[in-house]
């Protein structure tokens, strides 16, 4: 530890009160998650439906592609309403209108607004506190809620089935006819449906709010935002200002500026390539081929959001029904698993290169073996869980088969779980290769290994945390399984990832010999403790609105409003990354992935900085929840960072394992600005206007109104996710062009080195 130990304490310090804080709302979750009543039965005692049949419901989502196809609990995929929102209205018109019919014998909107004010006093009555879950599990609801039920079932039958009156309607939300064909299993999915309304409609036992923490904005019954979500939401602006101020402070005062001298040839070109590094250009490859797949199921995703179930005719023409064999849901899905799929395998490239290196140059034993081993791992998990998919979201796979290999519903998790765990393993044998490289490195005595170990820290920390997505099952409860779900993802992106690009980076600048190894050191231990200690506590910003305490928002908003901090001021480190490639002579060849660098910084400023603190204080997040602003900022913020790290990644690979090969200015330029000149436009076109007209509506109306059929369909809506046409087709271009050029390099043929 050394001259380093402080930051090293620093560090640990972090890790244990930021894992301790989480763990123990998770504990919480665990115990206060809304619950599944043991059954749902009427005033006269007729019962609806029982924990089973909920429970029978959520497998049943999962079957349909769940988040994939509309969200819940704000959750999910954006064309379709949000199913609990949606839910909740429908059943507290269909309230009021029955109620008035009753009691004025006129519909609810013919009323008077003192009649009005009357009914919907006793609605809020009835649907937040006398929906309470009783002593003996059972939920007891009003003859007027049932027949409300009851009159809006055939509404949702007709969409998940084939109902020639709503074929409209299943267009306009990229739905494929029969999305759920058997009729006893729509029966389920609606018990679900409504449960997930309820828990966002009931009272919290002994509390004014909701499980959900009055989420989704409803003004009929007075989901309005809590005066903790007011508090946190400002409190956590504060603490940005601060964080930022304190930051510039300690970077103004405790930097010292010191001068380096670059080699005069470099360094790492002049080590000699392992077998298992030549063997890596099938990675890039993968990578890049992974990544044009991808771009291409997003540009047809974003095409179902104007043409429902076709392709501008050509599917009819060939006579193909597009959306029955590839609806939205599955291209949704197969676009967010490849990213996940490429952006990893690009990470696993680059530490496989950076391996031997660690190890002196050498590979240890069997070590191409096992690279292209994890190759054809990687091969089967992809292939295997995109026809899970396809088979499950096709309903050919029996439904008791879908958890396990079909589809699981939910968001970035959505491979059969036999699939998930395939993949664990390969991370597992991922980090086991990289591991065994640096054993001898930490044997040698003498030299500092502060670096190494941080390095390695971070690839531990990349490979082991895809595990907690294996800690809740088909039938957790929601709450549950959003936090093991959040662990994953949140903690990836917004911790392990985050620390991994600061050590990868110090690491290959470091044996480049553009930083001493003592700064690289130091600043890579100061970053590591600064992004864990926003982003482990941050996780709950996930979770303000799935059913846990009211802690989540204070705990969440105000840790995540820190990891915005040392993001915006990225600048400084963007700079640096630039102008390497004018150090020297030898440094203008690494110009390309030295600007894919550059771009990680941009965009982690811009989308993951600026967007995600643009849906993050939970006042903020109350209203936006499932609309367009989240997509703003998943793009900016997943492709913008991690995107451009993994391409600048391959790209640097390819430019070692391939020394003779250079870099086709040209291409690499159409690529590079083509990809963020996309990005930048689908955002500013098409994203975030539309993201910002549903906000509106959402804070006007409700959350149910800004995803509604009615709204979205609106001319100019409708126009702004045509334009978005535009500016995927510039990006896919730049995908091409970069990815080419990749290709190019791996395979083509070089004078040494072929
Ligand atoms: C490079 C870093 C980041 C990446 C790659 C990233 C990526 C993502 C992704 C993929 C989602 C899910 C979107 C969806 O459900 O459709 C998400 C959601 C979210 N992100 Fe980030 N993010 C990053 C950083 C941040 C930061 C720094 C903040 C704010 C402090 C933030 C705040 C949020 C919030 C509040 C949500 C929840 C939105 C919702 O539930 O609707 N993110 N992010
Ligand atoms: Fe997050």
Request: aromatic share 16%; charged share 15%; net charge neutral.
């Amino acid at each position: 530890m050394g001259q380093y130990k402080k930051l090293w304490l620093l560090l640990i310090a972090v890790l244990t009160v930021c894992f301790t804080i989480l763990g123990y709302m998770g504990s919480e979750i665990y115990k206060k998650a809304p619950p599944y009543p043991e059954r749902v039965v009427t005033t006269s005692g007729k019962v609806l439906m029982t924990k089973d049949d909920i429970l029978a419901g959520q497998s049943a989502w999962q079957t349909t592609g769940g988040m994939e196809v509309g969200s819940v609990l704000g959750h999910g995929a954006y064309q379709a309403p949000d199913w609990t929102a949606d839910w909740l209205h429908r059943e507290l018109t269909a309230w009021l209108d029955l109620t008035a019919q009753a009691d004025y014998g006129k519909n609810f909107d013919k009323l008077t607004t003192e009649e009005q004010a009357v009914l919907k006093t006793r609605l809020q009555d009835e649907y937040r506190v006398q929906s309470a879950v009783k002593e003996d599990g059972s939920v007891i609801i009003s003859e007027t809620r049932a027949k409300a039920i009851e009159t809006i079932l055939p509404y949702y039958h007709g969409v998940y089935g084939d109902d020639p009156a709503l074929q409209t309607t299943r267009e306009h939300f990229a739905m494929k006819n029969n999305t759920l064909p058997s009729k006893e299993a729509r029966e389920k999915l609606f018990n679900f449906f409504f449960w997930t309304s309820w828990s966002s409609s009931a009272n919290r036992p002994d509390e004014s709010f909701t499980y959900t923490n009055n989420w989704p904005h409803e003004p009929l019954i007075n989901n309005v935002p809590t005066t903790e979500n007011y508090m946190w939401s400002f409190t956590s602006i504060v603490l940005l200002l601060l964080g930022i101020g304190l930051l510039m402070w300690g970077y103004s005062f405790l930097t010292k500026h010191e001068e380096v001298e670059i080699p005069a040839e470099d360094p790492v070109a002049k080590i000699a390539l392992t077998p298992s590094q030549k063997a890596l250009g099938k990675y890039v490859f993968l990578t890049v081929a992974l990544f044009c797949a991808q771009v291409l199921l997003g540009g047809l995703t974003a095409h179902y959001t104007v043409e429902g179930q076709g392709f501008y005719g050509i599917d009819k023409a060939l006579g193909i029904e597009i959306s029955d064999w590839l609806p939205y849901s599955l291209v949704r899905t197969w676009h967010i698993q490849s990213a996940i799929f490429w952006i990893a395998t690009g990470f696993l490239t680059a530490g496989l290169f950076l391996a031997p290196i660690v190890n002196g140059g050498k590979d240890p034993k069997f070590q191409v073996a096992g690279v292209n081993f994890l190759y054809i791992a990687l091969f089967i998990v992809v292939a295997g869980s995109y026809a899970g998919n396809f088979f499950a979201l096709s309903h050919i796979m029996p439904p008791e088969f879908n958890f396990w290999f079909g589809h699981q519903g939910y968001e970035y998790l959505d491979l059969g779980r036999f699939w998930q765990l395939l993949l664990m393993v390969g991370l597992l044998l991922w980090l086991f290769l990289m591991l065994r490289c640096t054993v001898n490195a930490f044997r040698e005595k003498g030299t500092d290994k502060n670096l190494l170990a941080i390095f390695v820290a971070s690839m531990v920390g990349v490979g082991v945390f895809y595990a907690p997505g294996l800690f809740y099952g088909e039938k957790s409860p929601i709450a549950v399984m959003e936090y093991w779900r959040w662990w994953v993802v949140h903690l990836w992106v917004e911790g392990f990832f985050e620390v991994f690009a600061t050590a990868a980076f110090a690491f290959i600048f470091y044996n480049m010999g553009f930083v001493r190894r003592s700064t690289a050191t130091a600043s890579t231990l100061a970053a590591a403790a600064i992004f864990m200690m926003g982003g482990i506590p941050g996780t709950l910003h996930h979770l303000y609105f799935t059913g846990s305490t009211s802690a989540s928002m204070a705990i969440g908003a105000c840790f995540s409003a820190l990891e915005v901090v040392p993001l915006v001021l990225l600048g400084r480190e963007a700079y640096e990354h630039w102008s390497y490639q004018n150090t020297t002579q030898w440094a203008k060849r690494l110009r390309w992935p030295l600007m894919c660098f550059v771009a990680v910084a941009f965009w982690n400023m811009i989308g993951a900085g600026v967007f995600g603190f643009l849906i993050n204080p939970p006042i903020s997040l109350f209203y936006i929840q499932g609309l367009n602003t989240t997509a703003v900022h998943a793009h900016a913020a997943l492709f913008g960072v991690y995107g451009f790290l993994a391409l600048g990644f391959v790209l640097l690979v390819a430019r070692y394992i391939k020394p003779e090969a250079q870099f086709d200015d040209k291409l690499m330029s159409w690529g590079f600005w083509l990809l963020n000149g996309g990005l930048v436009g689908m955002i500013v076109i098409s994203l975030l206007p539309i993201g910002a007209i549903q906000g509106y509506a959402s804070v006007s109306q409700g959350l149910w109104y800004a995803r509604s059929e009615e709204f979205l369909q609106m001319e100019l809506l409708d126009t702004l996710r045509w334009v978005r046409t535009a500016a995927d087709l510039v990006f896919i271009g730049g995908a091409f062009c970069i990815s080419w050029q990749a290709t190019k390099m791996v395979f083509g043929r070089s004078k040494n080195n072929a």
